[in-house]
């Protein structure tokens, strides 16, 4: 098991709001301020220059740490010191605010994505039951998150990530 970490900035609608219910399910825990977040964790971050892998399972052992706000205010997202950012390959979003959309995940989306990438399947599926969605997000990212999970490194995550790109565009 993953420790999976929560940082919200509350600016989403409580009714909407993924993290709130990963919270509320026991799915994550709370960082309350920058400072809880545990030293050597991974911070799931658009800005990072590494992609997610496998090989980040040694970080992700200290947390799993999302930052909960709106793609709107994406530009103050939190850079907490001591930790490993890392961001997300290629993937559809399924929930009912960006459902189709590339890269524009929901946190529960992008906490769920990020532990079947490190291999913890068991706990990635503990989401399907929780988020209507969630089935939907298996069905359309399915094939890419088995790739990425059996990549090797961040490198080759991107590779594939880019394989798949360019195969969407060449038709």
């Known amino acids: 098991m993953i420790p999976v970490f929560v940082y919200d900035k ?5 009714k909407k709001c993924t993290a709130k219910r990963m919270l509320k399910f ?3 825990k709370e960082a309350k301020t920058l400072h ?17 892998s ?6 992700a052992r200290h947390g799993l740490v999302v930052m909960d706000l709106t793609w709107t205010n994406i530009d ?16 559809l979003a399924s929930n009912p605010i ?13 906490v769920m994505a ?11 599926e503990t989401f399907l039951g929780r988020f209507n969605w969630a089935p939907e997000f298996m069905r359309l990212n399915g094939e890419l998150l088995e790739e ?3 990549a090797k490194d961040s490198t080759e995550v991107v590779r594939i990530q880019n394989e798949y790109i360019d195969s969407i565009r060449n038709g």
């Open 98 to 110: 960006n459902w189709g959309r590339p890269m524009e995940l929901n946190s529960a989306e992008a």
């Open 26 to 28: 026991g799915l994550a």
């Open 10 to 14: 509350n600016q989403c609608d409580p």
């Open 148 to 150: 990425y999970s059996s």
């Open 114 to 124: 990020s532990l079947f990438i490190l291999g913890e399947r068991e706990q990635a």
């Open 36 to 52: 809880a977040i545990p030293k050597g964790s991974i911070v799931l971050s658009p800005f990072a220059e590494k992609a997610l």
């Open 76 to 91: 103050e997202f939190p850079r907490p010191k001591g930790t490993n950012d890392r961001a997300l390959p290629y993937m």
């Open 54 to 59: 496998p090989d980040d399972i040694r970080y």
